[in-house]
């Protein structure tokens, strides 16, 4: 949940401040804007949150230009750690990499730092990816079966398949869920739908522009630029009034992405 992504930001932040602090550095100003990030945590004021602990990182004072330079980039690299872990995935392909660089940090190796910063970084961005994926095939599969068992279909060995995959996504078992969920959507579709034609398409489409477009809702309203997710969408909503139904599919799929990718991003834009 946003609530314990917070709460798991605010303490990955405070141990960065307790270790710059034995390098003499100057914390006066970072420690009063991590427990105003508490306070803010605890009236449910997400985004405010995450903006005073990111800027707690920018006030710390007393150190050189390569190690706080180092320090910010490694500081998103943890943010968007945190982020991805408070999904419940395996974090350990990245935790690795992501300690090594700050402890290289600490040795005052700054290369060596950054490149394992960005080791840690590309898998954060794997994991985050395989998440979005599976997480996305979980709701298509709910609506493909849906849509069949209201055409009045046998759905037991669909919804069997989709009861595993899930049973597999809530375990982190993301490679194993994608295929039960794949399967299962596979045998609940139509027989090689026409493009742009069908009725479970069409319906299959509608279904991806409501999440869309609820989607890009949900974000803008937390104060994100969800402009490049509004061009995706308006580009799917001319190929749908087309009845270019698999062009729009893709188009709006992209906005569900661009607006997820709006919302990670905000906190780093202030306020």
Known sequence: STENFISSLITEFR??????????????????????????????????????????????????????????????????????????????????????????????????????????????????????????????????????????????????LLNKGVEAFERNELEVARELLQDATSIASPAEPDAGEGNGLAKFVSERQRTAKEAIARTKGMGADVSDAEMQYAAGWKRHQEGKLEEALKYYSRAIDEAIDAGKAMAWKGE
């Open 15 to 160: 141990n960065i401040l307790l270790s710059v602090r034995t390098k003499s550095a100057d914390i006066s100003t970072a420690r009063p804007l991590l427990i105003a990030a508490k306070k803010a945590l605890n009236h449910k004021r997400y985004r405010r949150a995450a903006v005073l602990c990111l800027r707690s990182i920018e006030t710390i004072g007393g150190l050189d230009d390569d190690y706080m330079s180092t320090l910010k980039v490694l500081a998103k690299v943890r943010y968007n750690y945190t982020l991805v872990g408070s999904f419940g995935l395996d974090m350990s392909c990245a935790k690795a990499p992501l300690n090594k660089a700050f402890n290289e940090l600490n040795a005052g190796n700054f290369r060596n730092a950054l490149d394992h910063g960005a080791r840690a970084r590309a898998e954060v961005k794997a994991l985050n990816t395989d998440y979005r994926k599976t997480h996305r095939l979980l709701t298509d599969a709910r609506f493909v079966i849906d849509d069949a068992r209201q055409a009045g279909d046998d759905v037991t060995q669909e919804e069997f």
